[in-house]
């Protein structure tokens, strides 16, 4: 009797401009509902920045720490950092916030990846909006709204890794 090696994960980074709000908001959500799904093994989260360097190194803002553990997950040990070229071939989904970050990975991905492009909220078509907002400037109420609007992309997005519905 042969065994079968388990599938490698799916390897999935989550891009904005600064790297300090939407994308790690994502990538903590997204880890946090597949651990809680039982479906932990079964994809990696990143983070990163299309402009990384304003805040390379940084912890997330305090207010999307703040608002992510409230709802228990953990931004704790992410760290800003810049996308750079070895992201696309390294990952197998390079998920845009919004339409601007996509125009910015559109740039400097190579050409045999950009199928590997697409936009977070795809994988939320019921909810009618293409764009995680940036909640940077405003209060701490953009932060949760955009807490809301991952979820629901999160849950999205797990099942089509739970389906095999992701390309590598």
């Given at each position: 009797?042969?065994?079968?090696?388990?599938?490698?994960?799916?390897?999935?980074?989550?891009?904005?401009?600064?790297?300090?709000?939407?994308?790690?908001?994502?990538?903590?959500?997204?880890?946090?509902?597949?651990?809680?799904?039982?479906?932990?093994?079964?994809?990696?989260?990143?983070?990163?920045?299309?402009?990384?360097?304003?805040?390379?190194?940084?912890?997330?803002?305090?207010?999307?720490?703040?608002?992510?553990?409230?709802r228990g997950y953990d931004l704790s040990r992410m760290r800003a950092r810049r996308v750079v070229v070895a992201d696309f071939e390294r990952f197998d989904r390079v998920l845009a916030m919004d339409r601007e970050n996509m125009a910015n990975l559109l740039r400097l991905c190579p050409e045999a990846s950009r199928?590997?492009?697409?936009?977070?909220?795809?994988?939320?078509?019921?909810?009618?909006?293409?764009?995680?907002?940036?909640?940077?400037?405003?209060?701490?109420?953009?932060?949760?709204?955009?807490?809301?609007?991952?979820?629901?992309?999160?849950?999205?997005?797990?099942?089509?890794?739970?389906?095999?519905?992701?390309?590598?």
């Amino acid at each position: 009797m042969s065994k079968t090696a388990a599938p490698s994960p799916y390897r999935i980074l989550f891009v904005c401009m600064g790297n300090i709000c939407r994308s790690p908001l994502a990538a903590a959500v997204t880890r946090g509902l597949a651990q809680r799904e039982g479906l932990g093994a079964l994809l990696e989260t990143d983070s990163a920045g299309t402009h990384g360097h304003y805040h390379a190194g940084e912890a997330p803002d305090p207010r999307a720490r703040k608002v992510g553990g409230k709802r228990g997950y953990d931004l704790s040990r992410m760290r800003a950092r810049r996308v750079v070229v070895a992201d696309f071939e390294r990952f197998d989904r390079v998920l845009a916030m919004d339409r601007e970050n996509m125009a910015n990975l559109l740039r400097l991905c190579p050409e045999a990846s950009r199928s590997k492009l697409g936009m977070f909220l795809d994988y939320a078509p019921e909810l009618g909006v293409a764009d995680v907002p940036d909640p940077y400037y405003g209060a701490e109420s953009g932060f949760e709204r955009v807490l809301e609007l991952c979820e629901v992309a999160a849950r999205g997005l797990l099942a089509a890794c739970e389906h095999g519905q992701l390309a590598r």
